[in-house]
């Protein structure tokens, strides 16, 4: 027997032109497809073993076929396999040293970093404004938010020694903590561990059993909100288990920078950048290490930081770029419902949250195949305004589904959902729509108050920005681990799993494991409140 509230959802499937909750025939055809599909299906890989902890982290140690964690075959390692990265290179290593990745037994590509020491460009780029408007396709022109964009096409100015500058900068960081004699957290090392004990740089590679597909293309991905300097200084006070030198952004803008080298990711996605380390030392660094990129700030909500997302130029070509807000997407559902305009302003006051959504689509310069990279930071709402996270989880796919030409063309979405795995955004993600427990949660808030008192539920006014019609979404870590992290951000307020890596039309072959973490970050050991995340794709 099919309930109620089943039966509402048959008629109230995705359709784009049906903006209020009445459903139309079209409409109804759509939904009996979308619910009638089969469901997604989930490689269920074997449980990983655990490392073993001693002196750092200890993991299995693989066999010689497979000992390079940097190599990438069709014939994937046995999942029970733990792979430690590499040793983290110095600047002259990082600089000479290829990194070789096995496509297939009778195709390999050698990718090589971009020379350090090559010689240098001109001037600064003319940062170029890109955004969306109602059609996608016009330049807003408010201005409020830009993407700032470095290419290879641009020429910069940038100091070879940019690396070693932010390296003294950070020893004298590590100085002034000595000297202020703040303790440490209990439980965390009074001084950083030797390099191949310092959690950061020990983290294992989980991969697949096996991958029954031919391989042409590989993106390898790394996702990271880094903590925007400019939040910690207005919450310092929270922060206060942590020394002001390990808080200090010369300390966590090094160790951010070494772990974004070590992972070695073709590429990297980034939230809370504030916009000065960006431009200071971020993106010369990022051009040093070989990457070029794309920078949007976020200036709706009064803080200068965004989201930026950086390629390996040696792999990948940039062929185009966008980015957008949410609440401006909301703002066109809105405009074209059938509500009074009351009822319209209500709609715009409650949805106005700032949160970004930046994507760029990625050519692979041996296969000329294209994928979609989506780098997303939404709203943090402290987990009691699960319509709003849900409502900008399902604008993220549906903005990735058009990009992505309806799945035609690879797509990896990732960073920062402020989501938790059993919070109705994450189902929604997975399915395109709310199932009888979701719908409940989210009527059950109540959260637009008209001005006689009444109270409506957004997902009851706004409908539409609650179904996506993206299809076989996969979480990466589930797909390969079984199971999402178990916590990816510990702070004063925090102290869930809430990063996530979702991907359609690739095959996820591995993911870097997360640390476990019991302490507030960031601390001596990690730089920011969240932990990284990375995967690789075939595709």
């Known amino acids: 027997m099919e309930s109620s509230t089943r039966r509402s959802l048959r008629t109230r499937s995705y359709d784009e032109n049906n903006v209020g909750n009445q459903p139309t025939a079209q409409s109804k055809k759509v939904a009996e497809a979308a619910i009638n599909q089969p469901r997604r299906t989930v490689l269920q890989a074997a449980e990983a073993k655990p490392a073993t902890r001693g002196s750092g982290f200890v993991v299995k140690t693989p066999s010689p076929k497979n000992s390079c964690p940097l190599e990438l075959s069709v014939q994937v390692t046995p999942c029970d396999i733990l792979e430690r990265q590499p040793a983290l290179p110095s600047s002259k290593e990082s600089a000479s040293r290829k990194r070789k990745v096995k496509i297939s037994p009778k195709s390999i590509e050698k990718r090589t970093k971009l020379n350090p020491t090559g010689s240098p460009t001109s001037s600064l780029e003319e940062f170029q404004t890109i955004s969306y408007s109602k059609k996608h396709s016009e330049d807003m022109s408010s201005g409020e938010n830009s993407v700032h964009s470095t290419d290879a096409t641009h020429t910069d100015v940038v100091d070879a020694n940019v690396l070693d500058n932010l390296k003294t900068k950070y020893e004298a960081a590590i100085s002034q903590h000595r000297v202020s004699g703040h303790s440490s957290l209990a439980g965390l090392p009074e001084q950083l561990p030797?390099?191949?004990?310092?959690?950061?740089?020990?983290?294992?590679?989980?991969?697949?059993?096996?991958?029954?597909?031919?391989?042409?293309?590989?993106?390898?991905?790394?996702?990271?909100?880094?903590?925007?300097?400019?939040?910690?200084?207005?919450?310092?006070?929270?922060?206060?288990?942590?020394?002001?030198?390990?808080?200090?952004?010369?300390?966590?803008?090094?160790?951010?920078?070494?772990?974004?080298?070590?992972?070695?990711?073709?590429?990297?996605?980034?939230?809370?950048?504030?916009?000065?380390?960006?431009?200071?030392?971020?993106?010369?660094?990022?051009?040093?290490?070989?990457?070029?990129?794309?920078?949007?700030?976020?200036?709706?909500?009064?803080?200068?930081?965004?989201?930026?997302?950086?390629?390996?130029?040696?792999?990948?070509?940039?062929?185009?770029?966008?980015?957008?807000?949410?609440?401006?997407?909301?703002?066109?559902?809105?405009?074209?419902?059938?509500?009074?305009?009351?009822?319209?302003?209500?709609?715009?006051?409650?949805?106005?949250?700032?949160?970004?959504?930046?994507?760029?689509?990625?050519?692979?310069?041996?296969?000329?195949?294209?994928?979609?990279?989506?780098?997303?930071?939404?709203?943090?709402?402290?987990?009691?305004?699960?319509?709003?996270?849900?409502?900008?989880m399902c604008y993220a796919f549906k903005e990735m589904d058009r990009l992505s030409e309806h799945g035609e063309i690879p797509m990896v979405l990732a960073g920062d959902f402020n989501t938790r795995n059993t919070d109705p955004g994450y189902q929604l993600a997975l399915e395109g729509y709310l199932n009888d427990a979701s719908l409940k949660t989210l009527q059950q808030l109540r959260t637009v108050t008209y001005a006689d008192g009444t109270e409506r539920a957004l997902v009851d006014l706004l409908w539409c920005a609650f179904q996506h019609p993206a299809r076989n979404i996969a979480s990466s870590y589930f797909t390969i681990m079984g199971k999402e992290p178990a916590k990816t951000s510990i702070n004063f307020v925090m102290n869930s799993a809430v990063d996530y890596m979702w991907s359609n039309n690739v095959q996820p072959v591995s993911v870097t494991q997360t640390n476990s973490i019991c302490h507030e970050m960031p601390n001596i050991i990690f730089p920011s409140d969240h932990l990284s995340l990375q995967a690789t794709y075939a595709f």
């Open 194 to 392: 030797a390099l191949n004990a310092d959690p950061l740089f020990t983290r294992p590679v989980v991969k697949l059993h096996k991958v029954d597909i031919e391989v042409g293309a590989s993106v390898s991905v790394m996702t990271y909100n880094i903590l925007a300097d400019c939040h910690l200084q207005t919450h310092s006070s929270q922060y206060s288990y942590t020394s002001d030198a390990h808080l200090s952004l010369d300390y966590r803008g090094y160790r951010i920078i070494e772990e974004i080298k070590h992972l070695d990711c073709d590429v990297v996605c980034l939230q809370e950048v504030d916009d000065f380390f960006y431009e200071k030392s971020l993106r010369p660094a990022m051009k040093m290490l070989g990457y070029e990129g794309v920078f949007y700030r976020r200036k709706g909500d009064g803080y200068a930081e965004g989201a930026s997302t950086f390629y390996r130029s040696s792999t990948y070509t940039l062929d185009s770029q966008h980015a957008c807000s949410y609440a401006q997407l909301a703002d066109q559902d809105i405009d074209k419902s059938e509500h009074s305009e009351e009822t319209k302003q209500l709609l715009r006051q409650h949805v106005n949250k700032e949160a970004v959504l930046l994507t760029c689509k990625l050519r692979h310069k041996r296969t000329d195949k294209l994928v979609v990279i989506g780098n997303t930071h939404l709203t943090w709402t402290k987990f009691t305004a699960l319509d709003i996270s849900c409502m900008q």
